[in-house]
């Protein structure tokens, strides 16, 4: 089992608990707007009305969601007129020319969609790609994986041939109650590093780039963390893929002193609109006053730093 593997079966473990059973999505889930790249603007509802629906949300740099693009323009071809197929880059460290090309080079049939606001993935509580899933025409979740495996296409013929099929219905994690945000708006001042603890070394191969940033950042802001450690730094890790033990394991690989938090639920990235990591934010009494995924020159952060007064985290 490859390291990608293991990651992927801690974050299942962590977030396979306490889950609420459903017949049938939230009016809001199945109204979230989803834009295409054609332009056209869509939501499961009005899908709903013609046939199933099946949503693979996936990223550019993630290797397995690359794996089983073949997977997904086979389903679009043997299934596209029983089932509507749609597949949505959640567009973290990604961009529209990126998603084209991975468009053209598997030459992809179906509707290709990007989650730019992050709607779409926090209603259906995503934990990792490639994530699947299937919405009969009852607007019931009844299948959300990982893996474009045999349960998969079982349920997708089953539901093809049968659309009204007695398919039991799958929980969505209820949102918890974020603690990190409870605290950042009880203070004056927040200074917020959000970053993957796989960014690194996963994507060093796919994105050689984005990892080498990912390292320079942190290292930044070890830094500038020892010159300011009175003000209030939270480093706030991407849940994607990640557990305790590889936020652990983050931790120590690079001598990370600041706190450090998992975002579990995601309201954080979400809250504050983080789509490329790293990112940094300065939360001044609940609102961003400086943002910046540049972290090549920090001399506008060292002044900013410089000529506030800083407040000690309790």
């Given amino acids: 089992m490859n390291k990608l593997k293991i990651l992927f079966f801690t974050v299942v473990t962590i977030f396979s608990c306490n889950l609420v059973q459903a017949k049938s999505l939230s009016e809001d889930i199945l109204k979230k707007p989803i834009k295409l790249l054609s332009g056209e603007t869509i939501n499961i509802k009005d899908l709903l009305k013609e046939k199933p629906v099946y949503l693979k949300f996936w990223a550019t740099w993630c290797k397995p969601c ?3 693009m073949p997977h997904l323009q086979h389903t679009q071809v043997k299934y596209g007129d029983k089932f509507h197929v749609i597949a ?8 529209l020319e990126s998603v084209k090309a991975v468009q053209k080079k598997f030459e992809l049939s179906m509707p290709v969609a990007m989650d730019s606001s992050s709607e779409l993935a926090q209603s259906f509580d995503l934990i990792g790609t490639p994530y699947h899933l299937i919405i009969t025409q009852e607007g019931k979740l009844v ?18 041939e049968k659309p009204a099929s007695n398919l039991s219905s799958v929980a969505i994690k209820p949102a918890d109650t974020n603690q990190l945000l409870v605290e950042i708006e009880k203070r004056e001042r927040a200074i917020l590093f959000f970053t993957a603890t796989w960014c690194d070394w996963y994507l060093e191969d796919s994105r050689p780039k984005m990892s080498k940033q990912c390292t320079q950042a942190q290292k930044a802001i070890n830094n500038i963390y020892r010159l300011y450690p009175k003000y209030n730094w939270m480093g706030v890790a991407s849940r994607l893929w990640t557990g305790e033990k590889d936020l652990k394991d983050y931790l120590k690989k690079h001598s990370v002193a600041h706190d450090f938090t998992i975002d579990t639920s995601n309201e954080s990235f979400f809250k504050y609109k983080v789509k490329n990591i790293p990112t940094l934010l300065i939360v001044d009494n609940g609102k961003v006053s400086y943002r910046t995924s540049d972290f090549s020159d920090l001399a506008e952060l060292k002044a900013i730093l410089s000529s506030t007064k800083s407040t000690q985290l309790n």
């Fill in 66 to 68: 690359m794996k089983e």
């Fill in 88 to 95: 949505v880059n959640i567009d973290m460290n990604d961009d």
């Fill in 143 to 160: 299948h959300k994986g990982h893996e474009a495996n045999a349960e998969l296409d079982n349920k997708i013929g089953l539901l093809a």
